[in-house]
């Protein structure tokens, strides 16, 4: 093994070992991790609003990180990739996707359309003030009646916006897997908030 590769093979283990303590609650090991990263999400995103958005996601899902079966390189390049690409329709997401939200979540099986969408009237401040009440119940069912691998993926669709495959990615499993989880929740939650408003 030439010293290039043992060097790196030994910066691989004492980020892995970092990443083990950060997830354990140490925050200082944590965020030195992230430093040591953030050359390549600026990289990746080139906008400082980009890369805050990125450090937030990466901390906001570091838990979810699987040492022993992912590169953290990788994750950390897709979760800023995905920021990049959908930097420029989060204005457009958070107007326009969560009014129907609801709807969608309960009766539509369909990828996310931008068409049908922008084609959407505005909603009425009735409309919007029951669409909000709704969105704060479900938060709260997602966070309390899901299992962890179902309240992930269900927040990487339906909040993060990212795909399928983008899922299957970030969490390295399959496609399948992804799919199978948000339609088990997405079943849970109905369940749940059907019950309660009876």
């Known amino acids: 093994m030439t010293a290039s590769k043992v060097k790196i093979k030994t910066q ?3 980020i892995d070992r970092l990443i083990i303590e950060g997830q354990s609650g140490n925050t200082q090991a944590r965020n030195k991790v992230i430093e040591l990263h953030l050359n390549l999400i600026k990289y990746i995103c080139q906008d400082e609003d980009m890369v805050q958005i990125a450090v937030e996601r990466v901390l906001k899902y570091f ?5 022993e079966i992912q590169d953290f390189k990788n994750w950390v390049a897709v979760i800023s990739k ?3 690409t959908n930097y420029k329709n989060d204005e457009f997401k958070q107007s326009n996707r969560f009014p129907t939200f609801t709807d969608r979540l309960f009766y539509s ?5 931008t068409d049908y ?3 959407t009237e505005a909603p009425t401040f009735q409309e919007q003030s029951e669409q ?3 969105m704060e119940v479900i938060k709260e069912i997602v966070d309390q009646k899901l299992k962890p691998s179902q309240k992930t993926i269900f927040n990487l669709y339906y909040f993060e916006g990212l795909i399928h495959q983008e899922i299957a990615d970030f969490l390295s499993i399959n496609i399948g897997t992804s799919k199978s989880q948000l339609f088990r929740a997405k079943e849970r939650i109905e369940e749940v908030y059907t019950t309660l408003n009876h």
Do not use: M
Not at 109 to 113: A, S
């Open 63 to 67: 838990n979810s990180y699987k040492v």
């Open 82 to 84: 995905n920021v990049k």
């Open 12 to 14: 691989k283990k004492e």
């Open 109 to 113: 099986g369909q990828e996310f359309d």
């Open 132 to 134: 909000d009440y709704k």
């Open 117 to 119: 969408y922008a084609q």
